[in-house]
C-alpha cells in the first residue's frame, strides 16, 4: 500500500520537475561559482587592491606562533583561528546578486516566450442584464 502511494507521489510531474530543477541548478551554480572566483573576484579584488578578494578578514583570536603573519584564509581558518571572513562573504554575496540576475533573465524571457493567458469572461450580473433587455426592449418598441 504505501510502496504504491510512494510510487505515485515520485511520478507527479512536479516532483520530477523539481528533481531536475535541483540537478540542473547543482551544475548551474559550478558554473556561476566559477564565473565568480575565476573571473569576477580576480577583477573586483584588482580594483581594491588585492589579487584574492575572499582573503580579506578580521583575526578575532590568538593565532598560532606558526602561522603568525599569515594571510591564508584558508589555513588560518583550519588552525581553528576565530575569524570575520568578510571578504568570503562579499564572494558569496556577488555570487548571488549574478544567480539572482540570471534567473530573473531566464525566467522574463520565458515569460515573453509563452502565450499569454486570456482573462475570463466575467458574467455580466443579473440585474445587468435584465436592465439591458429592458432598454433594447423599450428602443424597439414603435414611438407613438
Known amino acids: 500500500m504505501m510502496l ?3 510510487k505515485a ?7 520530477l520537475d523539481l528533481a531536475v530543477a535541483v540537478i540542473i541548478g547543482a551544475a548551474f551554480s559550478k558554473i556561476v561559482t566559477s564565473l565568480t ?6 577583477i573586483i579584488g584588482k580594483l581594491f587592491g588585492g589579487l584574492d578578494f575572499s582573503s580579506y578578514f578580521l583575526t578575532m583570536g590568538p593565532v598560532p606562533a606558526a602561522l603568525q603573519g599569515s594571510s ?5 581558518k583550519k588552525a581553528g583561528v576565530p575569524l570575520l571572513g568578510y571578504g568570503e562573504f562579499v564572494t558569496q554575496a556577488v555570487n548571488f546578486i549574478i544567480v539572482a540576475f540570471i534567473i530573473f533573465l531566464i ?3 520565458v515569460s515573453k516566450l509563452l502565450p499569454k493567458p486570456e482573462a475570463p ?3 455580466e450580473p443579473a440585474d445587468v442584464t435584465l436592465l439591458r433587455e429592458i432598454r433594447d426592449e423599450l428602443k424597439a418598441r414603435p414611438r407613438v
Open 4 to 6: 504504491k502511494e510512494f
Open 9 to 15: 507521489f515520485i511520478a507527479r510531474g512536479n516532483v
Open 37 to 42: 572566483e575565476d573571473v569576477l573576484m580576480p
Open 72 to 76: 591564508d584564509y584558508a589555513a588560518l
Open 107 to 109: 525566467v522574463r524571457s
Open 121 to 123: 469572461a466575467t458574467a
